[in-house]
């Protein structure tokens, strides 16, 4: 009868205290983002783009300060006021958040984890 395999974890040195891991970013920040360099770049300001849009300035300055979650809707009518559409900006924000994601990723620097097998 063959004896059950035992995994024993290998020593390690003591890892040097870490910096904490940068926050992952949230679809309404990156969305917001994405809405105002696409304003900015239109030369717009929040009343010209928000009343196109059918929105206040302010819930349109909130929004892109990552502030309000925008239905779908909303984005929807965001997209149109400024020139794109709801594909197009998802396009950009899923772009905006792959680059955020490798930048986070690479700033997790996590070595390998060693175990010993044992039969």
Do not use: F, H, N
Request: net charge neutral; aromatic share 4%.
């Amino acid at each position: 009868m063959a004896e059950d395999a035992k995994v024993y974890p290998l020593r390690r040195e003591p890892r040097a205290p870490q910096e904490p891991l940068p926050r992952e970013p949230l679809w309404r920040e990156v969305l917001g983002q994405r809405l105002r360099a696409l304003r900015l770049d239109q030369q717009e300001t929040l009343a010209e783009t928000a009343g196109r849009a059918g929105i206040s300035p302010q819930y349109l300055s909130e929004v892109e300060r990552g502030r309000k979650e925008p239905s779908s809707e909303m984005i929807a009518a965001l997209a149109g006021a400024l020139g794109t559409t709801l594909i197009g900006l998802t396009e950009q924000v899923a772009g905006d958040l792959r680059r955020q994601q490798a930048s986070w990723a690479s700033s997790r620097s996590s070595g390998p984890v060693m175990l010993s097998l044992a039969a």
